[in-house]
């Protein structure tokens, strides 16, 4: 089945410096790559999203990129601010994903520091 | 997106006893699950919630420890029984919406059990 390997496991910036997070995905029929925010007592919120028919997608200071060849996507985050800080984590799923078959990475602590 | 409440938020509970926590969306979902979050880690899926049918479960977990119920397209619970420190976790409720995306799980904001 579908394994999604996340590094970093913790990363420390400063305010303003860019984050990148790096996901790597096994099974090649994975083909939607959404990316959640969880911060300390919250659920998951979803951040960004990028389907296999893109390769990169923007909102405003988050960025996501994927590169099908290789089997990995990652997270940009560019003008980090301390709110930025929580834990992030990637996930792999199957055409539809309607059978509940998120595959999470374990996550990201993310620190940006004032 | 959908709106997500969980019941309860927290509890803290005795081994050997039974706890069921209750997910309420706030429009109809296609599909509601069940994660498993243990402390510092990922998420697990436990099992698809089904409207009008036994749960779908994942392998490692059993219906007997973990009982579903969905009796409509908007409220689910989960039982988390005969607990154990072990099942010290967060559990969290996640749907998909019938509209917008197909592929797209919101999830509610999680009920944080420990068991003594």
């Known amino acids: 089945g579908e394994n999604v390997e996340q590094h970093p496991s913790t990363l420390s910036v400063q305010e303003g410096d860019s984050a990148v997070i790096k996901c790597t995905y096994s099974?090649?029929?994975?083909?939607?790559f959404p990316w959640y925010k969880q911060e300390l007592g919250k659920g998951p919120q979803l951040i960004i999203d990028?389907?296999?028919?893109?390769g990169e997608k923007k909102d405003q200071r988050i960025a996501v990129t994927l590169n099908k060849t290789a089997k990995h996507f990652s997270l940009h985050i560019t003008e980090t601010q301390p709110e930025d800080s929580a834990v992030y984590f990637c996930?792999?799923?199957?055409?539809?994903?309607?059978?509940?078959?998120?595959?999470f990475g374990k996550g990201t602590k993310l620190s940006v520091k004032p | 997106s959908a709106v997500i409440s969980q019941k309860p938020s927290r509890d803290i509970c005795q081994r050997g006893t039974s706890l069921t926590i209750q997910c309420q969306v706030d429009?109809?979902?296609?599909?509601m699950f069940w994660y498993r979050q243990q402390p510092g880690q990922s998420l697990t899926l436990i099992a698809t919630?089904?409207?009008?049918?036994?749960?779908?479960?994942e392998s490692g977990f059993v219906i007997d420890k973990f009982p579903i119920s969905r009796p409509n397209l908007t409220f689910s619970t989960l039982t988390v029984s005969n607990m154990s420190p072990e099942d010290s976790s967060i559990y969290l409720c996640?749907?998909?919406?019938?509209?917008?995306?197909?592929?797209?799980?919101?999830f509610g904001p999680g009920t944080r059990l420990l068991v003594l």
């Open positions: 429009s109809q979902v296609t599909m």
């Open positions: 990028i389907r296999s028919n893109v």
């Open positions: 919630a089904n409207q009008g049918s036994e749960a779908t479960y």
């Open positions: 996640s749907v998909l919406p019938t509209s917008g995306s197909l592929e797209t799980q919101y």
């Open positions: 996930a792999a799923s199957i055409a539809g994903g309607s059978q509940g078959n998120l595959i």
């Open positions: 099974d090649s029929a994975s083909n939607y």
